[in-house]
């Protein structure tokens, strides 16, 4: 069921290697992909969605508490073996927490559980992106690392970031059409299910590339905490929680994990980049945790197929 989906990243992955082209071509896919593509594939899920299946805050709350308990056991792990050093810990704690939910989440997901997965993917990417637009600055000041500027500068820098963020945007438009039961004209819909069928083949093949084509450095050894961290921890935590918690929609629950079992982001590298700490080593975790995937999902996605892992870990409490 996955391995079409980790075939296009590793056609992208031996295109790159192969075919030795500049990083810089991937701009104008890159662009596609994160404004134009992927945001047509959200507004038009959630636009259909029945307003009452989008207020579920105690499914956003369990799973956003296990992704933020996975980046405090990353970044705890990070501080053992930086000696302290938050910045590094923060990127660390990013590499153990941040999934790649935009690229892979929204077709591998929709693919494998159905439309239905499109609303509990839609909430969890935007909670979760929330929680590391902030984490991020917030650490990176607290370490000593990033621009001086004052509390509320810090409070409005994040906030841009999460109201311009062109998947955020699209779920926010989504949600307002959906309660307002917006239906596009034939043109504009059609429009949208090219641009939708698009998404996920472009960002999963220009995230092959992307990994190819970044520099790794030499591998460190905390990536044999921190890999297991990101596609174990993670994805079990985020079952734990949602079961304890409890009474959720199977589909919905199994969106969740997966999700959480993807490998690290690339924005990770991005951020590491910005702040100037871990970059070799976090495209390292990227390319090391993306191929331990394509066993780790395709696993998990076995266990869901089958059966054998059930939707809810205390259905009698």
């Known amino acids: 069921m996955a391995l079409p989906f980790f075939g296009l990243i590793l056609l992208g992955y031996a295109a790159g290697k192969f075919k030795k082209l500049s990083i810089d071509g991937l701009a104008w896919m890159n662009f596609f992909v994160v404004y134009i593509a992927l945001p047509a594939l959200f507004f038009n899920l959630l636009s259909q969605t029945p307003v009452e299946k989008l ?4 499914f956003v709350l369990a799973a956003l508490l296990g992704t933020y308990c996975t980046f405090a056991i990353a970044f705890c792990s990070g501080v053992f073996s930086t000696d302290g050093d938050i910045p590094e810990s923060t990127i660390q704690g990013l590499a153990g927490a941040y999934g790649n939910i935009g690229y892979m989440g929204p077709g591998l997901a929709i ?12 909430l969890i990417f935007c909670f979760d992106n929330t929680l590391h637009f902030a984490m991020a600055p917030l650490m990176m000041a607290i370490g000593g690392r990033g621009p001086r500027q004052s509390t509320r500068h810090a409070i409005i820098d994040v906030l841009k970031k999460i109201f311009t963020h062109p998947f955020i945007l699209a779920t926010i438009i989504g949600i307002l059409a959906a309660i307002a039961k917006y239906q596009p004209p034939d043109a504009i819909g059609n429009l949208l299910d090219y641009l939708s069928n698009a998404a996920a083949p472009c960002a999963l093949f220009a995230m092959g590339v992307t990994v190819a084509l970044t520099p ?6 905390v990536l044999g905490i921190l890999v297991p961290i990101k596609l174990l ?9 949602l079961s304890w918690v409890g009474d959720f929609d199977p589909i919905w629950v199994y969106a969740a994990v997966l999700l959480a079992s993807l490998p690290t982001a690339t924005n990770v590298f991005v951020i590491a980049q910005q702040y100037n700490v871990w970059t070799a080593r976090a495209s390292g975790t990227i390319l090391v945790s993306t191929f331990c995937s394509i066993f780790t999902v395709t696993g998990l996605l076995y266990l869901i197929a089958s059966g054998i892992l059930p939707a809810d870990l205390f259905p009698a409490r």
């Not at 207020?55 to 105690?58: F, V």
């Open 55 to 58: 207020a579920s805050w105690s």
């Open 111 to 122: 693919a494998a559980l159905g439309p239905e997965a499109a609303v509990p993917v839609a």
């Open 216 to 221: 790794t450095g030499r591998m460190p050894v």
């Open 233 to 241: 921890v993670h994805p079990a935590l985020v079952y734990l929680l």
